[in-house]
């Protein structure tokens, strides 16, 4: 077990309406990333943490929102989604600020 | 600003065949490079990062500042060696936290 996982796997949702996604790691990871994967645009960063209440943005955050209250939990929120938001979100942990990243398997959400 | 470009959105080789994945690389500074690899419908996983310089798989990747490339390569390929292949670096872009930028991804697929 990769010690992160994502929930919900799949999702789907209808425009306008708001949606969280939840990573949740059990190796007490400082830093944790939320992505998203495009065909012909690879991973791109939507926010990121950097501790307990510390989080930034990345180059794709608008319409994004990100809370981590906890060391394991770092929600994602869509506060209205747009069929422009359909993708696979993948969350990420590193140890490190420059170490290698561990995913986790992914959350595909399709906006209707 | 940092960015990674693979010049290949398809690779088509062989079993048996030699096969190099591109990536070219810009970064100010002194780059961390991985590659990360994909099988179908699964999590990321990471197969090489640069200070290592290990072989995975029977992969291998040299940094080479002098042309900011970081290619992958195999002498001889598996049909198991099928999967997207992606590029990274991890590098600051404004700030004090270390990202990982992600190139679009390299389609390998392996013919019989």
């Known amino acids: 077990d990769a010690g992160i996982t994502q929930s919900p796997r799949h999702k789907v949702t209808e425009t306008g309406t708001p949606v969280t996604l939840r990573c949740h790691q059990t190796?007490?990871?400082?830093?944790m990333y939320w992505y998203r994967q495009d065909p012909g645009h690879g991973l791109r960063l939507i926010h990121y943490s950097y501790g307990v209440k510390d989080t930034d943005k990345g180059e794709v955050s608008d319409g994004y929102s990100v809370s981590r209250s906890k060391t394991e939990d770092f929600l994602l929120t869509l506060e209205s989604a747009t069929s422009s938001q359909t993708s696979v979100y993948f969350c990420?942990?590193?140890?490190?600020?420059?170490?290698?990243?561990?995913f986790g398997s992914g959350t595909r959400l399709t906006v209707v | 600003a940092q960015r990674v470009t693979q010049p290949e959105k398809l690779l088509s080789v062989f079993k048996g065949a030699p096969v190099e994945l591109k990536c070219n690389y810009s970064?100010?500074?002194?780059?961390?490079l991985f590659w990360y690899v994909q099988y179908s419908r699964q999590r990321l996983q990471l197969l090489l990062r640069?200070?290592s310089r290990e072989s995975i798989k029977g992969f291998t990747a040299d940094l080479n500042k002098g042309e900011t490339s970081f290619h992958l390569k195999k002498p001889f390929a598996q049909e198991e060696d099928s999967a997207m292949y992606y590029c990274a670096l991890s590098g600051r872009s404004g700030g004090s936290n270390y990202k990982l930028t992600f190139g679009k991804g390299t389609l390998l697929t392996v013919n019989p």
């Open positions: 640069h200070i």
């Open positions: 990420a942990i590193s140890e490190s600020s420059g170490a290698g990243y561990t």
């Open positions: 190796e007490n990871h400082r830093y």
């Open positions: 970064y100010s500074g002194s780059p961390e």
